[in-house]
């Protein structure tokens, strides 16, 4: 151990990690490492100067591999007795059963952890009349009742009431998802409601279905945000919820509380974006065609891989198409080159060069609509700065912006704090460090919190806000498991009652 700046230093010995992902792996698999080991970083702050991490309970300098965190992890382990959260988890149900002196039999909790075992599996109701299962529960204990499926229905029903798209079944339904950040910085989301749509998919519609919610929760007046995805209906919508709780004197500002799902803005700038490219059509790739650039590959030492071809509507396809293009540059050059039809298609240097370089422009949006679609991190504070860094490219038309390709690309280009000379508490934030680009920002304050407590609260109710809409549509995904062709005669009220038990049971708030 050496001395350095006053402080401890010390080397702690890491083991490489193999790299092994691709490259299109890398840019999806990027940010959930990070968030993975966002509690590392709650311990330790990056040294610029010096290079190396601080500990931020003995001060101690670690010279470590900046793309690992298991060195930092062992050390605030072995030096401080610190447990990743995670590994502090509860009891399963398996442990909790062997843990116990004696089982006893109980006709209600075996009714619930049934009812548990079907909404959360997604499991026809007409499971528990199977003879195999029935067979199975009579070996564990002779003479137990098995309820019928239109029982289970009931029992889900009864269960369903007491803790209070269209779809194969044609029902339209209104799926509501409510998110929020806890006392202790957990972002937390949970299905709301479910709801059967009644006439078309109007405003009024929606507006009647959704107050009813929020009436039913009593949350009318705890609305901080509403985000939706781009339809012309839900401009309607919001504006009609805007009318109707001005006559409680309720605030809510429609334009204000209105927001549009950040993906889809992306998506139209990526659009946009490849708009002067030339669309061109691809017949279905034979199998001889396939076939044939496998030895091709095997000459060149590389996998064997297909070529993927590109769908002019998605430009997330374009960019795959791009990315497997150019690791198979070598075998697709030799095989138009050697396959007179197909010499028409030989791509040059020249032109490798172009579709490299809209492979790297798509390869931002990628990133960022990657690093916005997290189920447990907070996407709001992207959004301000996004819009205002798209329309600066809009204004201006600079295609040449000069960028890093690096892990904080897109959020260090936009991220610029402003400051300005006062004592006030917001002031004080703005003197303060800049935070690491993408760093955990509920851990940022929840390790601040007590040196802004107002602007902590502050943040705390507006970083539940998601920017995106990709949990409801995750909701009507999973809808498709719960109206399968075998529950297609359900009636809406059932469904709801499923599908909002089945996300209530796997969230914790129902035992």
Known sequence: MTSGSGENQVEYDIEEEVETET??????????????????WEHFIYDKTEKKVKCNHCKTLIICNKKSTSGMASYIKSKHKLIKEKEKKQLTIRETINNSEAIIYNKDSFKKFLIRWIVKDDL?????????????????????????????????MTFYEDNI????????????????????WELKSILLDFIKLEGSHSGANIKEAFLKSLKNFEIESKNLGVTTDNASNNVTFLKAVEDDLSQKYI???????????????????????LTTLKAVENDETSDEEVGSLIPQCK??????????LDVHTRWNFTYDMLVRARKLKEPLNTLSNSDPPLRLFTINEEEWVHLLEIEELLKCFAKATKQICKKTYPTISYVSELYKTLYALQETQNTN????????????????WRRIESVSEFDRYLKADRAQALCNILNWWKRYEEEYPNLSNMARDYLGIPAISASSKRIFLSAADVIIYDRASLIPETICAVMCLKYWFRSGVLD
């Open 401 to 416: 912006i000069e960028y890093n390709s690096s892990d904080e690309d897109l959020v260090s280009h936009i991220f610029k």
């Open 124 to 156: 026809p109701f007409t499971y528990v009349e199977s003879e195999d299962f029935c067979n199975m529960i009579y070996l564990l204990r002779k003479n137990v009742f098995i309820p019928s499926a239109d029982t289970v229905k009931n029992y889900i």
């Open 251 to 273: 605030y809510f500002n429609s334009d204000d509380k209105h927001v549009r799902c950040l993906a889809y803005v992306i998506n139209l700038a990526a659009q946009q974006a």
């Open 23 to 40: 490259e299109e792996n890398q840019v999806e698999h990027e940010h959930d490492a990070k968030t993975e080991e966002d509690w590392v």
């Open 299 to 308: 000459a060149a030492n590389i996998p064997n891989l297909n070529v993927m």
């Open 165 to 184: 798209w269209t779809s194969s079944n044609n029902y339209s339904f209104l799926g509501i998802t409510a998110h929020w950040v806890t006392e202790s």
